[in-house]
T-cell receptor
Framework: ETGVTQTPRHLVMGMTNKKSLKCEQH?????MYWYKQSAKKPLELMFVYNFKEQTENNSVPSRFSPECPNSSHLFLHLHTLQPEDSALYLCASSQVRTNEKLFFGSGTQLSVL | GQQLNQSPQSMFIQEGEDVSMNCTSSSIFNTWLWYKQEPGEGPVLLIA?????ELTSNGRLTAQFGITRKDSFLNISASIPSDVGIYFCAGDQGAQKLVFGQGTRLTINP
């Protein structure tokens, strides 16, 4: 148990579907992140939220829409994805002042058909 | 953007052997980190390095922050089966942006 919980663990969706990924952290952190992990590629930062305000969008296509209602919860809304979006999506949290120490969830393995 | 070159990409060793992997960059980082990812899980922080030349241990793991601030290595001594996984280096370029290496996949033969 890492203190960062992601659901669902696995998701298969068609290109016309709308789905959401959920992340919850129980560590009292104030920063939350979405990362994408594709096979044989380094982890890619997607979004950063500090105190529930978005501070970083790493040129992510608009078919990925994040939402951070509070410092403990983070969502990633998915709409009209492409097969190349299939990957492991990792949520992470940290304290803003020690932001290099990321605590990751187990990820959602997404397959887009 | 900045890239980290992590090597080797994979290692196949016998239980009990020592392991060494490294990361290099063309850019300077103020912090180097090493993470381990096991199948079906997210990466877990193993060691964080904050000063050039710093040598830090965590059990059988030892990591060093290179003097030039452009490289770091991780050593694992006397490997055991639970060391299996993918090890990632990461450099902190500030503004909450970590740059990750491609990972070293460690396989251990009992």
């Amino acid at each position: 148990e890492t203190g960062v919980t992601q659901t669902p663990r696995h998701l298969v969706m068609g290109m016309t579907n709308k789905k959401s990924l959920k992340c919850e952290q129980h560590l009292g952190h104030n920063a939350m992140y979405w990362y994408k992990q594709s096979a044989k590629k380094p982890l890619e930062l997607m979004f950063v939220y500090n105190f529930k305000e978005q501070t970083e969008n790493n040129s992510v296509p608009s078919r990925f829409s994040p939402e951070c209602p509070n410092s403990s919860h983070l969502f990633l809304h998915l709409h009209t994805l492409q097969p190349e979006d299939s990957a492991l999506y990792l949520c992470a949290s940290s304290q803003v002042r020690t932001n290099e120490k990321l605590f990751f969830g187990s990820g959602t393995q997404l397959s887009v058909l | 953007g900045q890239q980290l070159n992590q090597s080797p990409q994979s290692m196949f060793i016998q239980e009990g052997e020592d392991v060494s992997m490294n990361c290099t960059s063309s850019s300077i980082f103020n912090t180097w980190l090493w993470y381990k990812q096991e199948p079906g899980e997210g990466p877990v922080l193993l060691i964080a390095l904050y000063k050039a030349g710093e040598l830090t241990s965590n059990g059988r793991l030892t990591a060093q922050f290179g003097i030039t601030r452009k490289d770091s290595f991780l050593n694992i001594s006397a490997s055991i089966p639970s060391d299996v996984g993918i090890y990632f280096c990461a450099g902190d370029q500030g503004a909450q942006k970590l740059v990750f290496g491609q990972g070293t996949r460690l396989t251990i033969n009992p």
